[in-house]
């Protein structure tokens, strides 16, 4: 699924970013070497940054 149609982010990528350590849009989003720009997508992002993966 695509969050950012801006950057072509897909969730995957985000949650990769979020697994090395990013914990904001803005960092997940400089990680992935984009910035936000209409940022209708911020709060997506950001409900998909505060789902943590499972660990065990
Ligand atoms: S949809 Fe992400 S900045 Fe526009």
New binding site residues.
């Given amino acids: 699924m695509i969050v950012?149609?801006?950057?072509a982010i897909r969730e995957k990528d985000l949650r990769e970013a979020v697994r090395c350590g990013s914990e904001r849009p803005s960092e997940v989003y400089a990680r992935l070497g984009r910035k936000?720009?209409?940022?209708?997508?911020l709060s997506f992002a950001k409900d998909i940054i505060s789902v943590k993966p499972a660990t065990a």
């Fill in positions: 950012c149609v801006c950057n936000p720009k209409c940022g209708q997508c």
